[in-house]
């Protein structure tokens, strides 16, 4: 079982950038994913990137986050820019994604707050 770990979260005001990693205990060969959850919602993918580096967005962040991987270093990347206070959620990343669908580990998340 891969473990993963986020970090980068934090209180930001709107239009502020953040950037959140994940590191991975091991490679992973699978399309990678970020996913948020806000209070009271359901979690939603938010960007997908293959092992090829191939990506995917929801059209809420299209235009401004940018997910990336370096594999060498077994981590993934959510650059998020022109934040607004809608981005407020826990970000997961996921260690395999398939379609819209999380089929992998967990990390533990870490909080996105983003003030008016």
């Known amino acids: 079982q891969v473990q993963l770990v986020e970090s980068g979260g934090g209180l930001v005001q709107a239009g502020g950038s953040l950037r959140l990693s994940c590191a991975a205990s091991?490679?992973?060969?699978?399309?990678m994913g970020w996913y948020r959850q806000a209070p009271g919602k359901q979690r939603e993918l938010v960007a997908s990137i293959t092992i090829t580096g191939s990506t995917n967005y929801a059209d809420s962040v299209k235009g401004r986050f940018t997910i990336s991987r370096d594999n060498a270093k077994n981590t993934v990347y959510l650059q998020m820019n022109s934040l607004k206070p809608e981005d407020t959620a826990v970000y997961y990343c996921?260690?395999?994604?398939?379609?819209?669908?999380?089929?992998?580990?967990w990390g533990q998340g870490t909080q996105v707050t983003v003030s008016s």
């Open positions: 091991r490679s992973i060969s699978s399309t």
């Open positions: 996921n260690s395999r994604v398939v379609g819209e669908f999380p089929w992998g580990s």
